[in-house]
């Protein structure tokens, strides 16, 4: 999809003429630095070069016209600016309609309805981030048409966050919502979450690349497992705050972890805990070895980061454990693992170039007879963040 499919799916369905703006927000990947987030801990992302698709035009009135296929709208969904709290949206349409109620919290004023259609190529619950993008595609659609100038695109990923917070339903982060606003192309963007800095290192991967494998499994409803992750790893903070002075998990390098795990005295708080703190450790030794260029050993960091999420954190599924272990047989690769929230979605694996093809031979077929199911290849290029697209 590009601009001109967009602005065509926008004048069939809302006729031509006038300012017709056309905005593109990605999807992003982890490449290392999963469930560190919410620890105070630092994540390495990149944007992807599928996402959304929006186009937006001013209306003289206070309407508002939505259309979105991909969000399973059928024909035109109309609400009011005057009434959005009577509003009651299905599903995925609520999304943008809480960005919109959270300009309006801030104190943006909306001096005329619109009309907006959103479409996207990324899958949902798949560990692309889709709903990240969906709102930050919104976000900047409103911040550009209606003059919100005061607002940078990491404010679009602070608003998104409140919207999130105050009105969502989902599991998306701030760091999700700040690799899709604020990435660049050609480079990763290395997040500190606990002070909310963002750091750009270019992604020069020699005579390797990054394959997405999608696994076909969707990982559903796991609001309730996550939420448990994450009770668990507050525990093992306040026991860790009995002898230590931290604010959050990540504060810990893996010579305090150990040293003082047995104030834990839980073999499950000491797994997630040792998980957070040597994910974190792995996503800052990420950030040196590929700006001196050692490819080599990030893929030995992107091994550790599966083995800690399979063992330790216990977010994988059999699936994606499956891809993990078969990419891993494959010759020329360097390094394998899920990422994303888990329990299905997609794995990231680093190979030299010339294995991708026997790589994508060898796990189809072996994929598909051990799973039943057909994987889908992805060649990553690390794409910008959102904006206006011509």
Not at 24 to 51: E, K, M, Q, W
Not at 301 to 306: A, Y
Not at 327 to 333: D, H, Q, R, S
Request: charge should be neutral; hydrophobic fraction near 40%.
């Amino acid at each position: 999809m590009a601009a001109l499919d967009i602005q065509k799916t926008f004048t069939e369905t809302f006729g031509a003429g006038g300012d017709i703006g056309c905005f593109f927000a990605p999807g992003r990947i982890n490449l290392i630095g999963d469930h560190t987030d919410y620890c105070g801990g630092h994540v390495f992302s990149c944007a992807i070069s599928l996402g959304s698709y929006g186009a937006i035009r001013r209306r003289s009135d206070r309407q508002i016209l939505l259309a979105s296929k991909a969000l399973g709208t059928d024909g035109i969904i109309e609400a009011s600016l005057d009434s959005l709290e009577k509003t009651r949206m299905p599903s995925w349409l609520l999304l943008p309609f809480n960005i919109i109620r959270s300009f309006i919290a801030k104190g943006c004023t909306f001096d005329s309805g619109f009309e907006i259609v959103i479409e996207t190529d990324l899958p949902t619950d798949s560990g692309l981030s889709f709903t990240a993008s969906l709102d930050i595609l919104t976000a900047i659609m409103l911040r550009d048409t209606f003059g919100f100038s005061d607002m940078d695109n990491l404010g679009l990923a602070l608003l998104a966050a409140y919207s999130e917070e105050t009105f969502g339903r989902t599991m998306c982060s701030l760091t999700d919502l700040i690799a899709c606003a604020l990435s660049k192309e050609n480079s990763a963007i290395y997040i500190d979450s606990k002070k909310v800095h963002c750091e750009y290192v270019p992604l020069s991967l020699k005579d390797n690349q990054i394959i997405l494998t999608g696994s076909q499994i969707r990982h559903g409803n796991i609001r309730d497992i996550l939420s448990q992750r994450r009770r668990e790893c507050e525990k093992a903070l306040k026991k860790f705050q009995s002898v230590l002075h931290i604010t959050a998990l990540c504060d810990m390098n893996m010579d305090q972890f150990v040293s003082c795990k047995d104030v834990l005295m839980d073999d499950t708080l000491t797994k997630r805990a040792r998980h957070i703190i040597s994910e974190n450790q792995r996503t800052i030794r990420a950030n040196s070895v590929l700006k001196a260029g050692s490819i080599a050993s990030f893929g030995r960091l992107l091994n550790d980061s599966h083995r800690s999420l399979k063992e330790d954190y216990e977010v994988t599924c059999p699936e994606i454990d499956l891809l993990v272990d078969l990419a891993m047989k494959v010759p020329g690769v360097l390094g394998s693992r899920m990422t994303g929230k888990g329990f299905g979605g997609y794995t990231l694996t680093l190979l030299k170039t010339d294995a991708a093809e026997e790589f994508r031979s060898n796990i189809a077929l072996n994929y598909s007879r051990l799973s039943w199911l057909d994987a889908e290849f992805y060649v990553l290029k690390p794409g910008r963040g959102a904006a206006r697209i011509n």
